[in-house]
């Protein structure tokens, strides 16, 4: 029971209609948790793993069919269709309810309801929001209070305010015929059923943070973006910031926790992780924005992380992480596609490895661990005014075409950069390999509401009295005509994140584009690294004939988004086709004879 009259009631209509045996609200404690991990080893639901090399981590295999995010499943249910945008499924709102209520109705019968307070963002800062969420799952409540501030201090802030966001869940029957995600953004309401995957069943990240803080970030004049945050300590002590955006696939954790390369760390450069996967950005009194982690740890892609790829990421799991579908070796230990050790013995549905022809753990495998145990953990991370942004990238994995790294010319110029930008697809998603996807601001899955609505608050952010960071793009995946990486990546990325600091600043040079500022080869430290001037020129080279062509890709993909996508980003899109088509006229008339 709470003070709180609104969520009382809120929490007997819930009960009412799903009809569980017991009700528990969470606190948050360690006997609490204790309990709930007891209870799940006793059912089933965990697998402890080797206590020796791992003490207080745990192995939970979710049901085959439950393995990911459902983005067909996924809805977003404002009153007006046009609201939701073409980006978005979308359902009526009273049809929403209608469908997912009748799928609750009795769905608790013989389970315990465990009603989650939790805040996203430091539990004192005023950019961080609320949200409870009830379920029927202990997995949930325990991914939950690593992820969030969770129980109750959080309780006691809501009560305090008297608003908080409405999150609904079930695990259901686990039928995907049964399986929706629904979003109700003009109720701050969530309710999702028929699933136990993360980003469907802990809500405050995906459905919280991102869509509905998104839906809100717009009527409030903020930012809730699928960004990582990361913090960047020069030799003079100075640590400035940066939040980066980039699709699935890009090595998102990777970059928010990098080791800089021998040369740098000589010289006195530290790199801090603030956030691996969402950034909320206000404007300050001063202009500038100031972005915090609304989560609490990391749930990251286990498979591809290794001592190589992610020092600090594989340092901090070796205690109290839950693992989901990863394999095991027959020590018991954690094990995934990837690491330079180890043989599995079980896959990540328990087979015996040898007898299946699969990969071992589940290629969107994952694991849940407090922030606090990354090694390079911000100390500035809880920050209650956040920390101030002075750089944003976007990024995508393109195998040609895209230079290492751009400069947008301006804020307007950034956003379109950020509304074009896309991935070629990897195994690891479903589908073709190496098919472009656009995935504006990597906000594609998660943005709730219109995009062109979205674009339209991009820009409406530059006004006067702003500082805004500048923008950059960067693809670290960029080939050579023998089709390796042009670029070494990881540690080395630092040599890129020096330059764009350094451009903010004003402290580096550059070379003008159509596309943007590209560095000349003087304007990157390349100290200790073994790349050749042809290399260099090939990374960082701009096919005006091939940009072209793909301005007029980027000019289709916008027109898709219709009436309501603001002119100002269509007019600098012309702006620099008409650019582009003058300079590839040019040299076709410097080439004749
Ligand atoms: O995360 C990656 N980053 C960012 C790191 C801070 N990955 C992994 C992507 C999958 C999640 C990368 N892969 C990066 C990168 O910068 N670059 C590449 C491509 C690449 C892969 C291997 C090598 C070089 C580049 N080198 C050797 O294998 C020796
Ligand atoms: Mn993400």
Redesign the pocket.
Known sequence: MSKLESLNQWVEAVARSTQPERVHWCDGSEAENDALIDLMLQRGDLIELNPRTHPDCYLHRSNPSDVARVEHLTFICTKSKDDAGPNNHWMDPAEAHAKVDALFAGCMKGRTLYVIPYCMGPIDSPLSRCGVEITDSPYVVANMRIMTRMGAAALERIEREGTFVKGQHSTGELDPHKRFIMHFPEELTIKSIGSGYGGNALLGKKCHALRIASYQARTEGWLAEHMLIVGIQNPKGETHYIAAAFPS???KT??AM?IPPESYLKAGWKVWTVGDDICWMTPGADGRLWAINPEAGFFG?AP?TSAK??PNALAMLNHDTIFTNVAVTADGDPWWEGLPDGVPVKDWQGRDYLATNGPAAHPNSRFTVSAKQCPSWSPHAEDPQGVPISAIIFGGRREHLVPLVFEARDWTHGVLVGSAMGSETTAAATGAVGVLRRDSMAMKPFCGYNFADYFAHWLSLEKSGAKLPKIFHVN??RKGDDGK?L?????D?MRVLEWILGRSNGSEGAEETPIGNIPRAQDLNLDGLDLTRSKLEALLHVDLESWAAEYESIGEYLASYGARMPQKLLDEHRRIAALLAEDVAESDAVGTP
Request: with cysteine; hydrophobic share 45%.
């Open positions: 696939a890009c090595g990777n970059l990098l892609v591809g790829t992610n670290w995946f990486f670029w070494p990546g990881f540690g990325n």
